[in-house]
């Protein structure tokens, strides 16, 4: 198992009350990343200064405001790792949660994706990223942050879509889908998925907007016939299901 093979992309937004706990979960991992690249994409909060205080511990970059997708690009152009993995700034790593990815990559052939479970933690009130509620579930979620992706999907698959505000990870899980690169599920859980008052999901109409652009585009690329069952077994409603049609990867 290579040590530093990995490469960590945390995008920021005003997130002055909780990104620092989330690079410190991957400070924290038993196996150490390459590096850790913090994209602040335009914060008009304390972010800037929250971020300042882990000096070389991370690789900071600032650009102006243009989105989630456009901030996940920026790290990872200048990402030098073998595997890339996103967290979100309201969400944790578990401390062995890059060993228990990259040790799946181990058991597969030709692996690009390995996706594991998380752990949501419903909070109510104020929101600070520092740990579980005592209202928790273990799930098998499509989230970038439960995702080890190898570097060279990128090349095939390309980047994010920028003009997707929400939904990026859902297309970018469908292109590489499409493009027949080895998906491997697997059920051990590692990351915090944090649900609270601030989720650019609580947005129900704009999640739909986002949604039915995903499945537009999919369309007009013409390799997906049945865009709907793809949208149904991303919501994992039937696990078993889903995992059998996601799961593509063979053992070695």
Request: include cysteine; glycine fraction near 6%.
């Amino acid at each position: 198992m290579e040590r530093n093979s990995i490469s960590v992309i945390i995008s920021a937004y005003n997130g002055e009350n909780c990104i620092a706990n989330a690079i410190q979960s991957v400070i924290n991992q038993i196996l150490q990343p390459l590096e850790i690249i913090v994209v602040n994409d335009g914060s008009t909060d304390r972010t800037t200064e929250v971020l300042k205080t882990f000096g070389k511990q991370i690789k900071y970059i600032y650009k102006e405001n243009t989105g989630l997708p456009a901030a996940r690009n920026t790290g990872l152009k200048v990402a030098r790792g073998e595997y890339i993995t996103f967290l979100d700034q309201d969400d944790l790593y578990l401390g062995n949660t890059l060993q228990k990815q990259l040790e799946v990559f181990n058991h597969y052939k030709s692996l690009g994706v390995a996706l594991g479970y998380s752990l949501v933690s419903k909070v109510s009130g104020p929101f600070h990223n520092d740990g579980l509620s005592t209202n928790t579930k273990k799930v098998p979620q499509f989230l970038l942050g439960c995702a080890l992706i190898k570097k060279t999907v990128f090349d095939t698959v390309g980047f994010f879509d920028e003009s997707l505000l929400m939904g990026e990870d859902l297309d970018m899980f469908l292109r590489i889908k499409e493009a027949n690169i080895p998906f491997a599920i697997h059920d051990e859980v590692v990351m915090v998925y944090h649900r609270h008052d601030n989720n650019t999901t609580n947005d129900k109409r704009k999640a739909q907007f986002y949604l039915l652009m995903v499945i537009k585009k999919a369309r007009e690329r013409r390799k997906v016939l049945n865009i709907e069952e793809y949208a149904n077994n991303m919501n994992m409603n039937n696990v078993e299901d889903a995992i059998k049609f996601w799961h593509t990867a063979t053992l070695k």
